[in-house]
Structure formats: structure tokens, C-alpha cells
């Protein structure tokens, strides 16, 4: 078999398929001046190495959405969030909420929130950027 070469702008849109595949969210978002929807961050750290798991659901229903997690590490996501919707730490199925973090309201402003899972699974959270937040979030 013979190996295939691609052009630059063809692998290119192979990792952003690739990285979207991931659940990376996307690198531009609409506006925030939208009533409807909240712009959410959330620094997500575990020191259990089980998994962490936020949900982001594009309905106040809480059906679809984008689920993002982390292992032993710590990660950053950010997705837009429909007023009526809650951010939530999530079990093992997406719809198995362990922990609410944030509700949407309407035209609040952007959310920065964080969560960690400590050594021994304990579950803390608040608002803001936290100590160990080191990375932007991209939205």
C-alpha cells in the first residue's frame, strides 16, 4: 500500500475535524449580547484519576449538548448556553447530574466557573478563575 500525501491545507481541515471530533469546542462563537444565551468557562481539574465530567446543553430541556472531561489533569472548556440551561458536573451518562454549577439567566453576563475532583473524589467548586487555571479559555 502506498502512502498518501496530503496538501497543507488538506490536513489542516483534517485536524480541525479531528480536534471537533474530540469535543473541542469551536474557535469562534457568536456574540454574547444575545439575551438567549450565556457565554460559560470552566476550568476543570481532577486529582482523583477517576474522570471529571461538565455538561454544556443547548437546551433549557437539557437534551443535546456538549459533554467535556478530564483524567488526572486539568482542562478548559467554553460553549454558549441558552438561558434556562444548567452547567453541570456530570456521572457517567451525560444525563446523570451529580453536581449543578451554573444556571443561565437571561442576559447575564459571561460566566468564568471551575470545578476539581480532590484526591479522594471530593467534588469543590466556585466562581472565577482559579490558582491553577493556567490556560485561556478558547471561545
Do not use: K, N
Amino acid at each position: 500500500m502506498r502512502a498518501r500525501v496530503t496538501s497543507g491545507r488538506s490536513a489542516l481541515l483534517l485536524a480541525a475535524a479531528v480536534l471537533a471530533a474530540c469535543g473541542q469546542p469551536p474557535s469562534s462563537t457568536p456574540p454574547t449580547d444575545d439575551p438567549a444565551v450565556v457565554r460559560v468557562a470552566v476550568f476543570m481539574r481532577d486529582q482523583s484519576g477517576t474522570e471529571l465530567w461538565v455538561r454544556f446543553p443547548t437546551s433549557p430541556e437539557g437534551g443535546g449538548g456538549h459533554t467535556t472531561g478530564v483524567t488526572s489533569g486539568a482542562v478548559t472548556a467554553c460553549y454558549l448556553v441558552p438561558t434556562g440551561a444548567t452547567v453541570a458536573v456530570v456521572g457517567a451518562t451525560p444525563d446523570q447530574i451529580r453536581l449543578p454549577l451554573y444556571t443561565a439567566g437571561g442576559s447575564d453576563p459571561d460566566q468564568t466557573l471551575w470545578v476539581e475532583s480532590g484526591p479522594g473524589g471530593e467534588l469543590r467548586h466556585g466562581t472565577g478563575r482559579p490558582a491553577w487555571g493556567t490556560t485561556d479559555p478558547q471561545c
